[in-house]
């Protein structure tokens, strides 16, 4: 496992201080722009939630981004949050390649 870093800077923060602060937008207004409900964007902005494609789409509408600039910032977080978490690693070390697998597989059909 490599060492830990900074965790990336997530879609909730970079929506609420690069966009709603500077804009001086609410939560309510954002869902409204958006035509989502207000706690769609409270948990995300909130960081309770993941980035969906839908909801980058609807981002990249509201503020002339590109989709991809959402998403590429979730899956930073994500790739991030699995690349630290010691638990997954450790279930990812237990994984046979494909290669090795067949390998042995055709060892047991000629023994």
């Known amino acids: 496992m490599k060492q830990a870093t900074r965790k990336p800077t997530t879609v909730g923060d970079i929506l609420l201080y690069e966009y709603l602060e500077p804009l001086d937008l609410k939560?309510?207004?954002?869902?409204?722009?958006?035509?989502v409900h207000r706690n769609s964007v409270s948990a995300l902005v909130n960081?309770?939630?993941?980035?969906?494609?839908?909801?980058a789409f609807r981002l990249s509408k509201a503020f002339?981004?590109?989709v991809d600039f959402?998403?590429?910032?979730?899956?930073?977080?994500?790739?991030?949050?699995?690349e630290n978490d010691t638990r997954a690693q450790e279930?990812?070390?237990?994984?046979?390649?494909a290669t090795k697998f067949i390998a042995s597989k055709a060892n047991k059909k000629v023994a």
């Open 27 to 35: 939560i309510n207004e954002l869902a409204e722009m958006l035509h």
């Open 47 to 55: 960081n309770n939630r993941k980035l969906t494609t839908d909801m």
């Open 64 to 66: 002339d981004t590109s």
């Open 70 to 82: 959402w998403l590429n910032i979730q899956a930073t977080v994500d790739l991030w949050e699995v």
């Open 91 to 97: 279930e990812f070390s237990r994984i046979v390649p």
